[in-house]
C-alpha cells in the first residue's frame, strides 16, 4: 500500500508556472506507474499526465507541450512541471499510483489506479 501527498498548487497568473510534487509512502515507489488527474470545479476529473516505471510520459491533448512529468524514484516523488498556464488549468490537481509489473507500461484511465492523494489546488487568473 502507499500514501500520496501532493503540494505546489496556488494562485498564478495566466502564462505563469507552477510545479507540483507528490509524494509517496513506503519504500517500492519505483514499482508503481503514476498519473496526474485534474477536476475543475464543476467537471469530472479528467486525465493529465501519465508516468511509467520506466519514465516514459504521456499527455492529454491540452496539456502536451505545456506540462512535464518526472518521477526521482530515490526521493520517492513525482512532480508536475506546469508552464504556460491558462485560466483552463484552474482544477484541483490529483495523484494516483498503481502496483504494475509491466516496467513500461502507462496508465491512461482513472479506473486503473487504486490509490489516490487528497489533490492540490491550483488556480490560473486571467
Known amino acids: 500500500q502507499v500514501q500520496l501527498v501532493e503540494s505546489g498548487g496556488g494562485l498564478v497568473q495566466a502564462g505563469g508556472s507552477l510545479r507540483l510534487s507528490c509524494a509517496a509512502s513506503g519504500r517500492t515507489f519505483s514499482r508503481y506507474a503514476m498519473g496526474w488527474f485534474r477536476q475543475a470545479p464543476g467537471k469530472d476529473r479528467e486525465f493529465v499526465s501519465a508516468?511509467?516505471?520506466?519514465?516514459?510520459?504521456y499527455y492529454a491533448d491540452s496539456v502536451r507541450g505545456r506540462f512535464t512529468t518526472s518521477r526521482d524514484n530515490a526521493k520517492n516523488t513525482m512532480y508536475l512541471q506546469m508552464n504556460s498556464l491558462k485560466p483552463e488549468d484552474t482544477a484541483d490537481y490529483y495523484c494516483?499510483?498503481?502496483?504494475?509489473?509491466?516496467?513500461?507500461?502507462?496508465?491512461?484511465?482513472?479506473?486503473?489506479?487504486?490509490?489516490w492523494g487528497q489533490g492540490t489546488q491550483v488556480t490560473v487568473s486571467s
Open positions: 508516468i511509467s516505471r520506466s519514465g516514459g510520459t
Open positions: 494516483a499510483a498503481r502496483s504494475e509489473d509491466v516496467y513500461y507500461v502507462l496508465r491512461l484511465l482513472e479506473s486503473e489506479y487504486d490509490y
